[in-house]
């Protein structure tokens, strides 16, 4: 259903531009070049590293990857920062942390961070990791397990994606990991024409183009080339072919931890992605234990820079679906008409619970009304969803078989099965959905062009 929605949203914003209008950007309001937090610094085995940290309550530590710093989730903490203490550090050799002359192994690193976590006293967290900050964030949680709370990881470097058999999948040797991970041309690509920066990260967001501002945040803790060996050395370290082997060690323990754990998990993923592509992250739904699935957008690896309000309320989400009972102010209304109606051309949807009313995302209830003859495509959702048809009928597709249902029927999907949604005859659906637990609202938010609030 969403991705019906999606196609019918584009449709009518195709006839605005066809009429000369250009839709607004909704997300314009989301992206900022100012990091609103101020700095500190904390000495760790005789280094100083930059973090900032704010606020009290719960801990979200934030870990970064290659070549960025604390500063990647500018513009997604704001959303988190309600719910308690907000963490986020430069690793060394990144961001505003001291540069010394050390290896830069991932177990270099690894020191680092737990150093870190240790000097700070952070206790009871919820780990928020992208790119090497996912591994090095995974694997304290697995080696830590007392201290952690729940983990929400982006583009990680884990299974299935890594370890990697060889390098075919990256375009073998001359592929771009290939040629970094050459002790010739990776330096000069890496470190001399710092490629990493200009062009992987500077081209990192899909759907628009990082300002002059942002880029030269992140130009700056790399202006020589003797700078940007930490840069170098992460692409060697990535566990391809068996080397480097401790390294495979390290992923592997980490996919048997995210296999066994209970410990609350959210995998936030991008269309196409890079290392977590859709595939990807429909295998960790399956494979992974207590973890729930978002996909937050368009974007590529540094999907912070396209899609950062989808992040953050998606962390603040599975928060509320998980502690809802810690969230401050969380409240709910015991009579309400609904919160918004959203719509598409003839296709409603008038939402009767989520948050605003219910105080929770635990879920979601909705009338939606679909269109005579109303044909959707194959999609799956982040929920159980239920379909309780009030008038007209329809075909429940699920998995390829179809089922049709009458008034007083109901029609069930899990988020692992596929569904489609048919309207049979001439008049139009009217269908009572439930979506267990919540965020589905959230997502159908993003693709319907018209909006009107019942509930202030």
């Known amino acids: 259903m969403v991705r019906t929605l999606i196609l019918l949203a584009m449709g009518l914003f195709a006839g605005l531009v066809v009429a000369g209008e250009s839709p607004p950007d909704p997300r314009s309001g989301v992206f900022s070049s100012e990091q609103p937090y101020d700095g500190r610094f904390i000495e760790v085995q005789g280094q ?15 870990l970064h990857g290659n070549p960025t710093s604390s ?73 830590h397990q007392d201290n952690v709370r729940g983990v929400v990881f982006m583009e990680a470097i884990i299974p299935p994606s890594f370890p990697m058999a060889d390098l075919t999948p990256l375009g073998g040797e ?131 820079e396209d899609n950062p309000e989808a992040i953050g309320r998606g962390i603040v989400d599975r928060y509320r679906r998980n502690f809802s009972s810690e969230v401050p102010g969380a409240d709910y209304s015991p009579v309400s008409t609904g919160t918004r ?6 296709l ?14 635990e879920m979601e209830i909705a009338e939606i009304v679909f269109p005579a003859d109303y044909a959707g495509s194959g999609h799956r ?11 007209g009928t329809m075909d429940h597709v699920v998995n390829g078989e179809a089922h049709r249902l009458q008034p007083g029927m109901v029609g069930v999907v899990r988020p692992s099965d596929t569904v489609t ?9 009217r269908t009572l959905v439930v979506w267990v637990p919540g965020g589905e609202v959230a997502r159908l938010r993003t693709v319907f062009p018209d909006e009107r609030l019942l509930l202030e």
Request: aromatic residues 12%.
């Open 174 to 304: 001359e592929g771009f990991i290939g040629t970094f991970r050459n002790p010739d041309k990776g330096k000069e690509l890496l470190m001399q024409q710092n490629v990493f920066v200009e062009q992987i990260l500077g081209n990192g967001a899909l759907t628009r183009r990082l300002s002059e501002e942002e880029l030269n945040v992140y130009r700056e803790p790399f202006k020589t080339p003797e700078s940007r060996f930490p840069i170098y050395v992460w692409p060697n370290e990535l566990p391809i072919a068996g080397q480097p082997a401790r390294n495979v060690v390290v992923i592997n323990a980490i996919g048997e931890w995210l296999r066994s754990s209970n410990t609350p998990k959210l995998l936030q993923y991008a269309s196409p992605g890079v290392i977590v592509p859709p595939a990807a992250a429909a295998w960790m739904a399956e494979n992974y234990r207590n973890i729930e699935t978002q996909f937050v957008g368009y974007g590529a690896h540094y999907i912070q």
């Open 421 to 429: 949604h048919r309207v049979v005859g001439n008049e139009p659906l």
């Open 381 to 391: 959702h982040g929920a159980t969803e239920v379909f309780y048809v009030l008038e």
């Open 48 to 62: 100083n590293l930059h973090y900032i940290d704010s606020g009290t309550g719960q801990t979200f530590l934030f």
């Open 348 to 361: 409603v949807i008038k939402v009767l619970l989520e948050e605003m009313n219910l105080g929770g995302a």
């Open 341 to 346: 109606e959203l719509s598409a051309g003839a």
């Open 71 to 143: 500063y990647l989730w500018r513009n997604v903490i704001r959303y988190v920062a309600p719910l308690g203490r907000i963490v986020a550090v430069d690793n060394i050799g990144f961001g505003k942390s001291d540069q010394p002359e050390l290896d830069y192994t991932y177990q270099t690193h690894y020191r680092f961070i737990e150093g870190f976590i240790e000097a700070l006293g952070l206790e009871d967290i919820i780990l928020v990791v992208h790119d090497w900050g996912s591994v090095l964030g995974l694997d304290y949680a697995r080696q």
